[in-house]
């Protein structure tokens, strides 16, 4: 924990000399943050339902493949690149079941703006850090890992500015 809170500082840090949101609009992004994270919560299950769906699909189509590829030519697909598509999946569904339960834990500490729902909301953007990773390592393609990776940093950038501008709305009465 003691790492999160060296990281947590050091961002913090790169962000003091950026332009800051108005008090007021700080204020509302922090008192609102318990709703937004419930209708996040809302998309994540759906997110979860369509890794869910994907792995089926890519089971089913690898399952296909190997049987066309077996029948009619000598080539035969690689069960380790297979293997590797299945785990992908697999991590990607355990962050987000991760990510579901921290957001789920957020919302009541959230509402009564306490630096411990603020920090489960930092635990998350750094899984999402992590899952922004993983989706570019796993596009196999050097554009599409770079593209991956842009539009990831851009949109971590982003929650992490807001996430930050929210930070002096939550108190410290109870830590975690």
Do not use: C
């Not at 060296?6 to 840090?13: C, D, H, V, Y």
């Not at 834990?105 to 959230?110: D, E, I």
């Not at 940093?153 to 930050?164: D, E, H, K, R």
């Amino acid at each position: 924990m003691e790492s999160i809170e060296k990281l947590e500082a050091q961002i913090a840090g790169w962000l003091r000399p950026l332009p800051h949101l108005p008090t007021k609009g700080q204020k509302w992004f922090a008192d609102n943050a318990w709703w937004m994270v419930v209708v996040s919560i809302n998309f994540s299950i759906m997110g979860i339902l369509a890794v869910i769906s994907s792995i089926f699909t890519a089971i089913a189509f690898m399952n296909a493949v190997s049987s066309y590829s077996s029948i009619y030519s000598s080539y035969s697909s690689s069960s380790s690149y297979n293997g590797w598509i299945i785990l992908v999946f697999l991590l990607v569904l355990s962050i987000l079941i991760v990510n579901i339960i921290l957001m789920a834990l957020a919302v009541t500490p959230l509402q009564l703006s306490q630096k411990k729902g603020w920090n489960r909301l930092f635990r998350i953007l750094l899984l999402n850090a992590i899952l922004m990773l993983i989706g570019a390592i796993s596009t196999w393609t050097l554009l599409g890992f770079v593209v991956v990776l842009i539009v990831g940093t851009i949109v971590a950038s982003a929650g992490t500015y807001l996430l930050f501008e929210t930070r002096s709305h939550f108190s410290s009465s109870s830590k975690n």
